[in-house]
């Protein structure tokens, strides 16, 4: 045991008063039959002159209270169910094969790798409890004792190779004890804070959307003009089945994308996204665009440089600011070119944390348009008339709330 009269915050050396003794007290979690003996440890706290910050100063050694640890996950059968969940949303979100290893810090017994394990995937968990990794490999959960830190993830390495799922529960704030069943697939969160929020969704963005106009307050034109088979006109406008990019580029995808021929805009017929007639007809189907880039491009399709990460700005749908990251097919890898960038990865630091308790019982996620569908216009190739040439999306904002 040491005393620590420091401030134990990052870059931060200024001195710790203590304030407060609580006498000695045992060690959590350690259950004891009378008579036992038990060693007690002293309980003080200080308090930091300088930001106020207020820590133990007693500190316990690891070894003290993680090499017989007798906390054990699988005795809790709430929590067992929450932990193999986990395994399952993985799987069902990403390909995990066979031979790839799952990796699980601080594996306590093993409870939540067993989920992977049924699953005939590869596991390994990393504990330092001597007696939990025990438990852990009489369940067939190999198991490599000892603390996660650069050392030892070294030899993790060394001798297991690298890790396509790395999970860590029970750290930090709150405590994942629970699992209620939020939303009907059965995704399940743990009952914690939550301070951000992320979400892998496709950059295809699909539009179904139709306006109606009013040209009764002008005497220069009755209707508006668009695409379709032939150059369109009417009040109403809606979308069509065809696939521009955000910044309207020219050309053909590649497979990636389905190679499909992108429509520019330009004011004829045969490059609209949008169709016009009196009312709406058969036609009426989802435009797709294309986030191809978060910066600037122009030209044909994959001849400009991607910007891949969008910084952190404010959401027009509230709740928080947003960033964003163009993926790769594997979900892992950051974009480098329009035809591999398939994915958005969404992030919001939330104004609000999202809070789960053992009542919560319901999970939205709200989906919004930056502002609103944008309604791109032009003028009809050859004439001065005005032409709708798409009904276009601005990257989508994500609202979280739970109840």
Known sequence: MREIYESILPNDESMVEEILDLGTSPLANGLIKKGDEVNSFPLKIGRCNKSGHV?????????????????????????????????DFICDFIDVKENELCVDIGSNDGTLLSGFLDKGKRVLGIDPAENLSKLAKEKGVETFTGY??????DEVLSKFGKAKVITLTNQGDGTATASPSLVDD??????KTYTHAFMVMSNHLQIKHDQAYDFSGTATAAAMRGG??????GTTCWTIDRTSTYSNLDGTTGANHGSVTLRTGDGTAAEASTKCGSAVDGTFDYA??????????????NASAV????PYAASSFGGGTKAAILLQSDLETVA????????MLYAVNLTNPLVIT?????FDIRFGLSGSVSVDFTTQDGSDFLFITKHGADPVDILFSAN
């Open 55 to 87: 820590q133990l100063i007693n500190f316990i050694e690891p070894s003290e209270m993680f090499k017989n640890y007798l906390y054990i996950s699988s005795v809790s059968s709430t929590l067992e169910k929450h932990l193999k969940s986990i395994s």
């Open 148 to 153: 996660f830190n650069e050392k030892t993830s």
């Open 186 to 191: 059965g995704i399940n969160l743990g009952i």
């Open 228 to 233: 379709g088979d032939a150059v369109s006109s």
């Open 288 to 301: 797709t665009e294309i986030i191809e880039t978060f910066g600037e491009a122009s030209g044909n399709w």
């Open 307 to 310: 910007t891949s990460r969008w």
């Open 336 to 343: 480098t070119t329009m035809e591999n960038g398939v994915a």
């Open 358 to 362: 053992e009542n919560t019982n319901r």
